[in-house]
């Protein structure tokens, strides 16, 4: 595929998806927890262009606040995740030996897990809520960050830049800041791109099973499990969530593909 | 091979301890009084009490890990609180039904990515090529939860042709499998064409070819067999996912699998029987992971680990 016109295409849509979403309080014709029975599951009308829910409320301004959620917990996810294995990949990397060893198993143990299977277990015993969600996505996320970070710095600190360093005396903390960190930032990009989809998705999944985000709070995952009451009468309470979802992944997909071909050629 | 499997053995075990210990802790993380979480705070003292005492939660935490572990070894999951029925035997009557349908979801999603790989490498940047780069893109940006819903919608309320939920003929079976294998389809189209593509770059490939040696036999013999090492990974990976994967697509069928099952107890707050679930899951991918494992060395002689 041509890389950078997808990549474009990409950025567009996210670009579009994120103003929807951070400007929900602004553009959205109603207040997404507002309910009115007498105007339950509308298909489609001019007051209602995506239409209405079982309680009257409107379908447009839950699915772009729903997006603010998503956003919310990827974002958050993403940069904590990130955070917390960039930490400890730089120091099982660089020091190696037994803090290696040790960081490498508790990595194997979670990542032992399929991860969904863990953020829904985390949520269970610890309850929804959206720092729960949050907390729990972080759990299984690091690892991918912390095996990258440590594989990039197992083979940087061979290289010549890195023992020129080292023989200069600088110290481990600024050979890590200054020398290391700066040539993870492209596989990093890349990963954390496709970590925020996924945890988007993972986000979904935890609100569909009603482990997410707790209730009336619109979120498109647990619009969706609303939505599957009324396949048949009501079709677009499924519909538009699902596609804002697909849409936000697909454009991060875009994203992280051209990322890829972008930096793997540049790095070749 | 008997070193190389001693040595995946020797990592097997730690990481399937520390499995089965971070799904003791779980159940110890409960907020507060995990047996007033479970009955309700109107629950009786005595009531109370002999929950701790049936979970053990009476006992030190040491002891409690020890009786875990040792309960674990003879295969007691503990009973559950509301089935009044042991773990072990609620989840050996779903388990089946689980297996069932990630295997035919592997099956469809094999059905779909193989043809579709090989298709996609024999005719670069055809129509099929670029076909099979959407599909992947698009297979891998449709969460199943949104994608049961709209083949419910399509194949069973508007055509008729499927029911939408429940279990018994092959028929009930489709839709979830599909739903369950399309995003693994998605992903080993990717992974296959982009092996195939490399594959037959290789230097061996065209030494194959110059011999002289069938179109057929360079394809099975030399591309496709050097190609599904990567492929064999992600196929593993992928049926631990479907373990998990099944959590959202047997809710969305009502498919009386282990998924299901797990959910259930979430809801009904069945700690014993959650923790069951996640320990059989969990389990079940550690042990998948390392038959994988094992598979390189037949479909590769030349992998080593550390020899």
């Known amino acids: 595929m041509a890389s950078s016109l997808w990549c474009r295409i990409g950025v567009g849509l996210l670009a579009l998806l994120a103003v929807f979403a951070l400007l929900a309080p602004v553009l959205a014709p109603y207040d997404p927890l507002r309910q009115s029975l007498d105007h339950d599951l509308i298909a489609h009308s001019f007051e209602h262009p995506l239409g209405t829910d079982k309680l009257g409320r409107d379908i ?52 032992a897990f399929p991860g969904i299977l863990l953020a829904i277990a985390f949520t269970a015993v610890l309850g929804p809520g959206l720092d729960h969600v949050i907390l729990a996505l972080c759990l299984i996320g690091w690892t991918g960050y912390a095996r990258l970070v440590r594989g990039e710095i197992l083979s940087l600190r061979e290289r010549e830049f890195i023992q020129a360093a080292r023989a200069l005396g600088c110290r481990p903390k600024r050979i890590i800041l200054r020398h290391l960190l700066p040539n993870l930032i492209p596989p990093l990009m890349i990963q ?76 070749r | 091979m008997n070193r190389y499997l001693l040595q995946r053995l020797g990592l097997l075990l730690p990481t399937l301890l520390g499995a089965l210990s971070l799904v003791f802790v779980l159940v110890h993380l409960i907020p507060g009084d995990p047996v007033e979480v479970m009955l309700g705070e109107t629950a009786s003292g005595a009531d109370k009490q002999e929950l701790r005492r049936t979970l053990g939660l009476d006992q030190p935490l040491g002891t409690q890990y020890g009786s875990f572990l040792v309960k674990l070894a003879g295969a007691d999951l503990g009973r559950s ?58 297979g891998l940006s449709l969460p199943n939860f949104w994608l049961g819903p709209l083949l419910m919608i399509l194949f069973s309320l508007q055509l008729g042709w499927l029911p939408v939920s429940g279990r018994g003929t092959w028929s009930h079976l489709v839709l979830p499998a599909l739903t369950l294998g399309l995003g693994m389809a998605a992903i080993v189209t990717r992974m296959l064409r982009a092996s195939l593509l490399q594959v037959m770059g290789e230097e061996f490939v065209r030494t194959a070819r110059a011999k002289g040696l069938s179109e057929t036999r360079v394809w099975l013999k030399h591309t496709l067999r050097n190609a599904m090492l990567s492929v064999t990974t992600i196929l593993s990976l992928q049926f631990g996912s479907l373990l998990a994967g099944s959590l959202i697509t047997e809710t969305i069928f009502s498919w009386p699998g282990l998924g299901r099952l797990t959910i259930q107890a979430i809801q009904t707050r069945d700690y014993p029987l959650v923790q069951g679930c996640v320990l059989v899951i969990a389990t079940s991918y550690v042990l998948v992971n390392f038959c994988t494992d094992l598979l390189y060395k037949v479909i590769d002689p030349r992998v080593s680990y550390g020899e």
């Open chain 1, 60 to 111: 447009l301004s839950r699915t772009m606040y729903g997006g603010r959620i998503s956003l919310m917990v990827g974002i958050s996810t993403v940069v904590l995740s990130l955070a917390i294995g960039l930490l400890f990949g730089s120091v099982s990397g660089y020091f190696g030996g037994w803090i290696d060893h040790a960081l490498m198993r508790l990595v194997d143990i979670l990542m």
């Open chain 1, 192 to 267: 954390a791109t496709f970590g925020l989809a996924a945890a988007i998705v993972a986000e979904g999944s935890l609100s569909f099973l009603g482990l997410g985000v707790e209730p009336p709070t619109p979120s498109w995952g647990a619009m969706l499990n609303d939505g599957r009451q009324f396949l048949l009468v009501a079709p677009h309470l499924t519909t538009y969530p699902g596609l804002a979802l697909m849409l936000t992944v697909l454009a991060l997909n875009l994203v992280g593909d051209a990322l890829q071909d972008r930096l793997n050629y540049r790095n």
């Open chain 2, 81 to 138: 609180l509301y089935e009044q029925a042991s773990v072990a035997a609620i989840i050996g009557s779903r388990l089946p039904a689980t297996l069932e349908l990630a295997a035919c979801a592997m099956f469809a999603a094999i059905l779909i990515s193989f043809p579709l790989a090989i298709l996609a490498t024999v005719f670069p940047g055809g129509w099929i090529d670029r076909f099979a780069l959407w599909f992947s893109l698009l």
